[in-house]
């Protein structure tokens, strides 16, 4: 599993003109893009739910728990692409559909079980993401 994190001031996901997650922080909140591959599993999903909350990425001394940062997550199965020969990239690292949905549903449950604000993009749908990047900051989370 990676989450590509940015920490945006805001954020609106949309499919086909209807607004269906949005983040307005008081401050500062964060967009997770997450990719699934064929081995993660419920456990990964928690531990990398963890470990975005509580990433010193707001500033060098505070993470979104400390302060309840919202955050925005959205599928993003091009996380695993692979782009090592010719032109065309590879999505055979991506896990199909059946196995990514439901990991990316229980990696935002794992965030609001932290205390976390979440919003959501909706899964295997053609999203527009709009957010203002903050600094910009922009992490991949793996483990």
Known sequence: MRVLVQRVSSAR?????ETVGAI???GQGLVALVGVTHDDDV???????EKLWQLRILDEQRSASDVGAPILVISQFTLYADTAKGRR??????????VAEPLVEEFAEALRRLGARVATGRFGAHMHVELVNDGPVTVLLEL
């Open 43 to 49: 456990k990964t999903a928690h531990r990398l739910a």
């Open 24 to 26: 307005a922080p008081d």
């Open 89 to 98: 990239p590879s999505w055979n690292a991506a896990a199909p559909g059946a």
């Open 13 to 17: 996901v949309t499919v086909d003109g």
